[in-house]
Structure formats: C-alpha cells, structure tokens
DNA sequence: ATCCATACTTGACTCGTTCAAGAGACGTGC
DNA sequence: GCACGTCTCTTGAACGAGTCAAGTATGGAT
C-alpha cells in the first residue's frame, strides 16, 4: 500500500516522503478525517510530524488532485483519497458525520444550473444533510411512527 | 421595509430590537454578505453596535427561519433574506462571490441519492464551482476560444 | 409604571489555520 | 557513490472568525 502511494506520489511529480506517505495512509485508513485525525494516524507511524508538515502535506496532495478536500458548512476541512469519480457526500447535522453518495449523473459538473449569472462552471458540489442512522435512533428511539426531522437551523 | 422587518420579527416571536431590524436591513441591502459586511452595514444606522450583538442577532435570526447561513467550503459565512424557496448558489473560485441559482426541481430536499447509507435527509445542497464573468475575462482576455479552466486544487 | 426575561456591551479567549525563518532530506547530475 | 540545489520539514509565533462569560440595558407583558 505505502508502495502504491510512492508510485503515486512520484508520477505526480512529487517528492516521496514520509510524512507525505504517512498522510495518504491515514486517510487511506480513515476516509472523510479531519486535519486533527489525519495528525493523529501519521503520529501513529510518525510519533514526531510537526503539524504544519501535515498542513503542507494535505495542501500539496490536494494541489497535486490525490486528495479531495471537502468541508461542509460548521465543519473544518475533511479529506479523501477518492478522487475523479464525481461522487457527493451526505452529512449529519447532529454528529457531523459524513459517507459517501455515488453521483447518479456520471460526468462533472453533473448538474446544469437554469441560470449560470455568466459563470463557467466546472462543478457541482452536492451536500445532504440529514440525519445518521445512530443519531436517528437516539433521539427518536421511543415511537415506531415516522421520525420527526428537527431542523434546528433552517 | 423597516416596518416589514418588525412584523416579520414579531409574527416569529423575536423580541424588535434596533440591531436586529438593522440586521434584516444590512442582509436585504447586500445578499450574501458575511459577517464584517452585515456588522459595516449595521453600523452604518447604528454605530456603537458590538460584534457579539450582529453575531448573537444572526444566530437568533437563522434560527427564526428569517435568514439562511451559507458557507462555501474555505469561505467564512456568509448570510441572505431568501429563505424557503430550496435555491442554490454559483460561487467563483477566484473572487468567492457567489450568486443565486433557482432550483429546477422545486421542493426541498430537491434531489434523492441513490445510497443514503440510512440517513433521514432533508435537504439537498448544492453549489455549483466555477469563474464569475468578471474573473473569466480578467484571466482569459487574449484568445477568442473556449476559455481554459485552471481549476487549482482538484 | 413596574418588573422580569431577553438582548446587548465589554473584553477575554479558543481553535483551526497560516506565516516565517532556519535545518534537514530528496533526487538529479556527476 | 557523492555533492549540490531545491524542496520539505521543524519550530514557534501569529492571525482571524467565531464563542464564552459576566454584567448592564431594554422590550413588552402585567
């Protein structure tokens, strides 16, 4: 796996690096982690990466498109290795979690505005929010009927 | 339209108060501002505001439905009038001005994923990337072609 | 007019992220 | 295999949006 990372990072035109490997690991290891998280799983192999080496890391690594960056609205910046395959993300308004949504449409951007203001658009970012199957059943675990969705902001 | 803005707080049980009624005005005035604009904007009627109240009145006012809260992964939030008719928004990577776009679906949540993992959704999200006209023609003004999308971190 | 809950003021503080300067390591060319 | 130049990492400080907390003021119900 860290083999496949340096052929990565090498026909990017990027130095190979440990800490450069040690990042596409962690978020190999953890999808949709967070700068924080990703700290931790490189300290798990690395115990001495500075935090601004992963900063720099996650920075080159999304510049040079072998990470995606995301960061849905009252979150801080999250990571992904899947990248090019156009996919969205849904996210829970209670936890903050995220997974993963397979575009229906195939091709970026996969949505076409009825109105673009004269923009050129090259993406379509979509985000659901909702609520996640753990936090669902917390706090709407007593009654069978259908779970009131409460919006707190909106 | 200050008289607008009163009835619209009362009828959703906010307390009128000057900086929010300035709040309202400043957002009406300038859509998607963020928060350094609305609090400019405000002291514009009201000079001794604090920080803190522009910021506990945008709270107390997104909470109220009165306003939404939008935030553009590495933008800070920013805040507009239109709310409950499920619109979305083009943002321009370079500038980060960001204008409206008319849902072509309709009800909110506007779009179904084909996994949702379990999640309860409400809302489908969606913010369309791209260059405003005033950065497309600033960044590719020579040639008569297709303009070229430098799209720098994806 | 009085009173209480809510809203605002003031000022300090947190946390994610960035900046800057210098030491160290990757990889190219010899 | 070795030296050199450039890029990357370490260290430590700084920034800025946003939040917390305690006390004062004000809206609106009675």
Redesign the pocket.
Known sequence: MTGQHDTV??SSG???????LA?LDAVHAHPHA???AVLAGVRLA?P?????????????LTEAGLLRRI?PA?????YELRVGDNHHHVVCRTCGEVADVDCSVGAAPCLTPTTDHGFVIDEAEVVYWGTCPTCSSRTAPLTQTAPIMKKESR
């Not at 990027?14 to 450069?20: E, I, N, Q, S, W």
């Not at 009252?74 to 999250?78: D, E, L």
């Open positions: 990072l090498r990027l130095r190979v690096t440990k800490p450069r990042v967070d700068t924080a690395l001495n990466v500075s935090h601004q080496a992963v900063y720099d890391c996650l920075s080159a960061q009252g979150s801080v910046a999250r």
